[in-house]
Structures are given as C-alpha cells and as structure tokens.
C-alpha cells in the first residue's frame, strides 16, 4: 500500500491506497475518481503502520480493498460505509 500525508496549516489529509490502483480511472453513474500519483503515491507502507496512523487521523481518503480492511480492522470504517466503486473498495473518514 501506499500512504501519503498532505499537510495544509493546521488542517492534515491521509491518502492510502493498494499500490496496483495508482493511476487509474475508476467510473461508476455519475462518479470519476482517478487514483493520481500527485494525490496517493507516497511511501509503501505495512498494514501494521497503516493502522497506527489511520487510527489517529481525523481525515482520510482510502482506496483498495487491502486499504479499506486496515481501516475496518482498526474499527475507524464499518463495512456498511464502504462504497463500492468499479468493484474497487473506497471509504472516508471525517473526525471533527
């Protein structure tokens, strides 16, 4: 997986993703994602460190199904809010 950490004045976004997804185009209706290198490609990371850091964050943005279930292990996603994209898992975190 891939992990990359977007820093904004106080404000932080974490984009993780399967590694296999970079730079792809999913469409699905009237959603077009693209899984850009610019936004997700970062640096390769294990499942044990992505859990440490998504539990923590208060945004995320997450792709892969490899992804998804570090977030659905560490309790921080529910499978029902996993949204199903061109058969590509994809959830959110929000924490205010």
């Known amino acids: 997986m891939y992990i990359k950490i977007h820093k904004s004045g106080s404000s932080t976004i974490?984009?993780?993703c399967d590694r296999e997804l970079i730079g792809k185009t999913?469409?699905?209706?009237?959603?077009?994602?693209?899984?850009?290198?610019?936004?997700?490609k970062g640096s390769i990371i294990s499942e044990e460190d992505a859990?440490?850091?998504?539990?923590?964050?208060?945004?995320?943005?997450?792709?892969g199904?490899?992804?998804?279930s570090c977030a659905v292990?560490?309790?921080?996603?529910d499978t029902n809010?996993?949204?199903?994209i061109n058969d590509v898992a994809h959830a959110q975190i929000f924490r205010i």
């Open 14 to 16: 974490v984009a993780l």
């Open 26 to 40: 999913l469409k699905e209706g009237n959603i077009t994602v693209t899984i850009t290198e610019e936004f997700y």
């Open 51 to 63: 859990i440490a850091i998504i539990s923590k964050a208060s945004n995320v943005n997450i792709f």
């Open 65 to 68: 199904e490899k992804a998804v």
């Open 73 to 77: 292990k560490c309790g921080v996603v």
């Open 81 to 84: 809010n996993v949204k199903i």
